[in-house]
Nanobody, 115 residues
């Protein structure tokens, strides 16, 4: 059973930064694509950023240039560095690893951007 655990959420002021981390169990973790999604109250879950097993990254338009996804293979973690945060970035952020044909999700971590 694959377990996915997020950490690093919290309360930050507009313009501030946060770094989220995602740890996944399993020795073959580094071969598979992973992604961060988020879901704000009353809205559908949306893609934030993804990274393939080979390291190729992709970002949702509104996050491009502000967020950076990286993979640390030695630590079996994927991180999301979020800069220039805005109130509209407030959401629960989820980490997902795709091991075809399945997707494994974490429980989510709350990010609140407010003054």
């Amino acid at each position: 059973q694959v377990q996915v655990v997020e950490s690093g959420g919290g309360l930050v002021q507009p313009g501030g930064s946060l770094r989220l981390s995602c740890a996944a169990s399993g020795s073959i973790f580094s071969e598979y694509s992973m992604a961060w999604y988020r879901q704000a109250p009353g809205r559908q879950r949306e893609l934030v950023a993804g990274i393939s097993g080979g390291g190729t990254t992709n970002y949702a338009g509104s996050m491009k240039g502000r967020f950076t996804i990286t993979r640390e293979r030695s630590k079996n973690t994927v991180s999301l560095q979020m800069n220039s945060l805005k109130p509209e970035d407030t959401a629960v952020y989820y980490c997902m690893i795709r091991i075809p044909p399945y997707e494994y999700w974490g429980q989510g971590t709350q990010v609140t951007v407010s003054s």
